[in-house]
């Protein structure tokens, strides 16, 4: 009855810490031969939070993440148009994170290694391709590093946790294409800047065409912080983004003179941009929602099965609730097809909604809305966008992703032990 995990990223390591919980059997391979805590800031929404406060990772990620106060929409101009708290503060019973997504994806393995033995991911092991067998299932890996077969394994199902470029996803869909790209390009980095707002708030100003997102991940010595910023532009429907590495390094001069003059009473945008150590430059992609995400055996979990965008901060936060999900239909229904269908059924519209949302900017509507009603600026936000609009628009996300404060309280545990 073991489960086979392809992929050590979020997902999959929180699969893996869930199935421990229950007591069931797995193994877990990731294809690079060591992880590295790469990558930039995420939020992880109180929901999510809940599930690895369950798994006992409380006071871990109180050392690598700051707890999220506030979330705040600002114009072009750099006024105000909403705020509303977060975390405990918004009246949840779990904080939300702002955090490295690196530091985070290494709390999760060394949790892991300590509970299951150092040796427990199974490094240098891609996922390549798996089969039905009257047991189960059989997978085959390569060696990433030099291409090479170098073995199989059997168990009773097989979970496709192996990102947005998934291989097992590809198998079933053979013509889906490279991931989707809307037009626009992100420019990220992190830099050590002063604390602004409330000193744990989240960031977005601007609209769609241009929009500057940005939060804290850690305090500095010099009573600063450590900030995670993010620089949007829509680009030319001709701009050759597929060229474009993964993690190629971005060039300022590209995208500083569309923020020369966001210097804001509460952030100097430009100098944040300026000062930053290193800069990436990214497409925003995602991938189309799914008719299908298990095949027998085999199912796909969270950027495998839904990448999306990054508004609303939901892409990790999602892909733990796959984990915590699929964990206890395991343990309810047994380690079989019947378990991971009960979990498609749970999961995959759901999930497809806020796929579909984010398409349309999720809560950041809001900024699309106030610059086309108010493009030189405001002087009453209510006259521009009245308060009980920028409530629903809050509101409405929040249902949609699951993050509803009354009833994520209300709700009995996903695992109850």
């Known amino acids: 009855m073991t489960v086979l995990i392809a992929g050590a990223g979020i997902g999959g390591l929180t699969l893996a810490l869930s199935l421990h919980q229950v007591g069931i059997p797995f193994r877990i391979f990731e294809a690079v031969r060591e992880i590295k805590p790469l990558g930039v800031g995420i939020n992880l929404q109180a929901h999510a939070t809940r599930e690895l406060v369950e798994l006992g990772l409380e006071d871990g990620l109180d050392n690598i993440g700051l707890r999220t106060q506030e979330v705040a929409y600002f114009s072009r101009q750099g006024d105000l148009i909403w705020s509303e708290a977060r975390g405990l503060r918004a009246g949840y019973n779990w904080p939300q994170y702002s955090i490295h997504r690196g530091g985070l994806q290494m709390l999760l393995l060394r949790s892991l290694q300590i509970r299951c033995g150092k040796d427990v991911v199974e490094m240098g ?45 590809a198998g079933q869909y053979p013509d889906e294409g490279p991931a989707c790209w809307g037009g626009t390009m992100m420019w990220r980095g992190v830099t050590k800047g002063p604390r602004f707002l409330t000193g744990r708030s989240m960031a977005m100003a601007g609209e769609k065409r241009r929009k500057f997102v940005v939060y804290p991940i850690g305090d500095t010595e010099d009573g600063g912080s450590l900030l995670n910023w993010i620089a949007d532009l829509t680009m030319p429907v001709d701009y050759q983004w597929r060229q474009q590495d993964w993690n190629r390094a971005g060039k300022v001069e590209d ?21 930053a150590k290193a800069i990436y430059e990214f497409p925003m992609v995602d991938r189309n929602p799914l008719p299908q995400w298990s095949f027998g055996p085999m199912s796909l979990l969270g950027d495998a099965a839904h990448a999306m965008y990054p508004i609303g901060s939901n892409g990790a936060s999602q892909g733990i609730i796959d984990a915590r999900i699929l964990a206890r239909e395991l343990r309810d229904k047994g380690v079989g097809e019947d378990a991971l269908q009960s979990y498609e059924d749970i999961r995959r519209e759901a999930v497809n909604a806020v796929v579909l949302t984010n398409r349309g900017d999720g809560p950041d509507k809001i900024l699309d809305i106030v610059s086309e009603r108010a493009p030189d600026g405001f002087e009453d ?19 949609v992703a699951g993050m509803d404060i009354k009833a994520l309280n209300a709700r009995k545990p996903l695992i109850a032990l």
């Open 125 to 169: 092991t891609a996922v390549t391709d798996w089969k039905n067998v009257r047991q189960g299932v059989e997978i085959m890996f390569e060696d990433r590093g030099s291409g090479g077969v170098i073995g199989t394994a059997a168990g009773s199902v097989l979970v496709a946790a192996d990102g947005i470029n998934s291989v097992l996803r």
């Open 255 to 275: 995208f500083l003179p569309e923020f020369a003059d966001w210097s804001f009473d509460w952030l100097d945008v430009p100098q944040v941009i300026r000062d």
């Open 381 to 399: 936000i209510e006259a521009v966008l009245p308060l009980k609009e920028r409530e629903r628009f809050a509101d409405n996300y929040k249902k």
